[in-house]
């Protein structure tokens, strides 16, 4: 019976070795799998090696694997932001980014990712675009950057955005809607100066009265001394179009005693002593 005890020992050895070896196959497949650690971190282990493609293909294979949400929603996030950002490839970013948006519409980046949007609308300076599709594209980003305020308004950048697309809708001569947004900037208290001041060099050429009082309210909010120089320049520009020439002058004078050296008021200064 000993051969019998024999072969009992040597199948029970073997079947233990077979689940030891399977056990072992399946920690290797876990460890090489899309939830474990080593697969979470190898994006940025990729970008620590400088293969920024190599993330982005990992981000994007994170996105759409067995992760969380909350995982997937930052993986399609981040990948969107090497296309964009690192790599300058404009159609796939915007591709992602429209995913993005319509996969997670409460994520906390999405008016970031509409912003990231605008910039890539926005035509390059030196672009070979036609006109009218540099124009398109100018209020494509202009209407984006709209929209990415209006989704966080009280984002660190939400005055910024709004600060953009008035500046684009100037650009495209459109006065009206130019106006409408830098009045909504002048909420910021960081932009209120600067959005006051370009809606009253905007009311310069057809009311100047009304450009006075909105470079008053400018002077109101304290600017730093180079804006205080503009904001009097501007209030004596307008006083001069309504002809009260003595009244732009004193502001000149006052404007000069605050910087003397500024050349500009200087020659306004001389310019209406001579209309005088």
Do not use: C
Not at 206 to 216: K, M, Q, V
Not at 244 to 254: G, N
């Amino acid at each position: 019976m000993k051969w019998f005890g024999y072969l009992r020992t040597t199948l029970f050895l073997s079947a233990g070795a077979g689940v030891f070896a399977l056990l072992g196959l399946l920690v290797v497949a876990f460890w090489w799998s899309p939830i474990s650690p080593m697969s979470r971190d190898e994006p940025v282990i990729l970008l620590s090696d400088g293969d920024v493609k190599g993330a982005s293909r990992a981000y994007m294979q994170q996105a759409t694997g067995w992760g969380s949400d909350k995982e997937r929603e930052e993986s399609l996030w981040r990948a969107a932001q090497l296309q964009a950002i690192e790599l300058h490839s404009r159609k796939s970013a915007l591709e992602l980014l429209k995913a993005f948006q319509d996969s997670w519409p409460e994520s906390e980046h999405r008016a970031d990712a509409f912003a990231l949007m605008a910039e890539l609308y926005e035509p390059k300076r030196n672009g070979k675009l036609s006109e009218k599709n540099k124009r398109a594209r100018l209020r494509k980003a202009a209407h984006t950057l709209e929209i990415a305020n209006q989704t966080n308004p009280e984002h660190e950048r939400a005055g910024d955005w709004l600060v953009r697309a008035a500046s684009i809708w100037m650009e495209l001569d459109r006065p009206l809607r130019a106006d409408a947004i830098w009045r909504k900037a002048s909420n910021y208290k960081e932009h209120r100066v600067a959005a006051l001041m370009a809606i009253a060099n905007m009311q310069l050429a057809d009311t100047p009265e009304l450009a006075y009082d909105s470079f008053r309210r400018a002077l109101k909010h304290n600017p730093d001394s180079n804006d205080a120089t503009l904001v009097r320049l501007g209030m004596a520009t307008a006083l001069e179009r309504m002809e009260r020439y003595l009244e732009a002058e004193d502001t000149i004078d006052l404007a000069l005693s605050e910087d003397l050296g500024d050349l500009t008021l200087s020659q306004r200064k001389r310019r209406l002593e001579t209309i005088r």
